[in-house]
């Protein structure tokens, strides 16, 4: 695995050098002057310090109440405009200033673009990912995308949208409408008609739609219809690969395939499952694929959606409720039961998540970054990022239109050069390599008291030896494992994930024995059989007598001591079976810890006193 | 050939998806299910496969392939 990652990553250093020292230039808004956002509390004085200090005409943006709240200025940049190094120069260096929240360049919108389609306005989704200024810049002009699902039928509102010949795998022929509804609502959140005074918009509305056909009249499908239906996607001319589909299972045939587009130069995309579970469906999961996670209209995860390893961003998919179906994803397609009528239909899952990232996909390839490492990077990194995300709903965070064609605008502005190295140290960052999330489970491990627990482990265990007075401890092995086991576990161990592989051996091995009766449970909350003095007790009485086993027993105890007084007091997070009320369940781990540590100090003083018992009768 | 035990449930989820819910709260996505199983809140024992090999559009749960299936409580 580790080998197999490093060879990925090195070869897609060289690729992006390469890719960014020839990527041609393209579509990026113009700007003529600057905004420059100030500190609240900043005074007009120091403004105008500001403005004398740079050699700039800084004045309000606008006499808008917002605008003076917020201290927004602007400052025409005359012929500094024409060097946008200089202009770069400018910007880094005001935004270093203390008073200055952020600058940046102030784009040239025709007040940004509302499209006159009639239902456009319940399109939440469409303001959720920042789509009009968005359009401002790019409509995926030049861009194939492959919507493998159950077919696309040309419905009225996609009479605009420019499609390419497709394929039918269910039926075998080259006809790949759709019988059943699913695929053409996926279609109409990439390309719908837009700005046709008719129905609803599409995100990359320029874009050309490739129906492939893989699931039958009922939504069903093989794995294999799909594979070759990606391969016939790489092979015909399509550049983003949306799969708004998926299985339990991992298999080779979908892995090759999707490793067959990515070496093609297609970004391909697929939806992570509606099963509200920690474990993401494929090829969602597959490696070059970016899952998509859903969100609602409050942007939080939407109840259905599954997360965790393998969610990369995510998108709005909808969250229905009875009161509200104005809560789903709103486009066009056929009415399942006569297929030959098509209709406006509020669907929700991760299904439509997943078309709003392909379209963002194919504006970024549009304005002219194709190797699919770079568009899923700057996807990632232009993504609204989520906080505290423990268990991984959201991956880099929201999906963000706007920030994704900007970001795309400046990666071709800037130097190639410098910008690569630059983007090499962010693009390890923003796929993980550098970060924790990559080596443990999509966050959902917290790194610090891991760490802090097996450190307190080794507090313990000089605690004790400071109380039995300087004499050495027996079997230094041992024991180190049985604090590691009681503290932390092997908890990098998590983190890796196996292609083919079920996760929970690894999922075990990762975890600490107070973590053990919960690994599986997707919740931080221990269960009070493991998180007790139960199993230390036990393993001391069984290994007393052994010379090395006692004390990986003791260290065990040690371990726990840790785990058990920091879970109980800085990072709880529940016990189960315990009910709400955090007091029983702080003062049960509380308890218990110290009785850990009462165990691991008599255990040691037991042992260390038949030690030097022994020592006596031999030597007498 | 396993015996499934649950409820039929149409899930609004990707335009709708009937579902067997088991007891664990699980979902099935019921392929080949004949018209008259398809009625919500019908309580059965379904006879039938998981298809490890087949992709959904839904993506709700594992797919069950149903072979027969009998009501467990005639009321619904």
Redesign the interface.
Known sequence: MSIKRWLGLWWACLAALALTACAPHSTSPSYDSIIVNFVDTVTPVQVSAMAEKYHLPLRLNSASHYAQSEELYQAPLGQVATHSGKVRQLLKALSQEALVEYAEPNYLYSAAFVPNDRLYNQQWNMQAIQMPPAWDITAGEGVTVAVI??GVTQVSDLAETEFVKGYDFVDDDEVADDL????T?VAGTIAQSTNNAFGVAGIAYRAKIMPVR??DA?????????AEGIRYAADHGATVINM??????P?QLMQEAVTYAHSKGVTVIA?A???NSGSV?YPGACEHVIGVSATGPDGSKAP?S?YGVGVDISAPGGA?TQEHPEWGILQQ?IN?RNPDEALF?Y??????ATPHVAGVAALIQSQGVTDPDQVERILKMSATPVENDKLNYFGSGRLNAHQAVLTTSQVQDDNPLLLWGKDFLRYLNDNGYLSPRFWLDGGAIALVPKLLMVIGGYVVLILIRWWLAPKRLGSPLPLAAGIVLGSSGLFVLQGLVVTGMPRWPLQLLGSSVPDMGSAFAQSAALNPLFASVLFPALAILLFLGHRHLRWAAIGLAMGMASHLLLSGTLFYEGVVWFGSGAWFGRSFLLLNGLFCLGLAYTATQATLQSRSTSLAVSQS | MEAYVGQIEFLDIEGGVWVLTVDSGRHYALFRAPKELLKEGLKVSIKGQVKPDMVTAAQVGPVLEVSSFTTTDPSP
């Open positions: 699902d159950t059943q509804g699913h695929g609502h893989v699931l009922n939504g069903f499908g093989s794995l294999a219809d799909v708004s589909l998926g299985s339990r299972s298999a939806a499952g509606n099963e469906s259905y599954n229905k397609t399942r239909a669907y929700q899952g991760t299904s439509m």
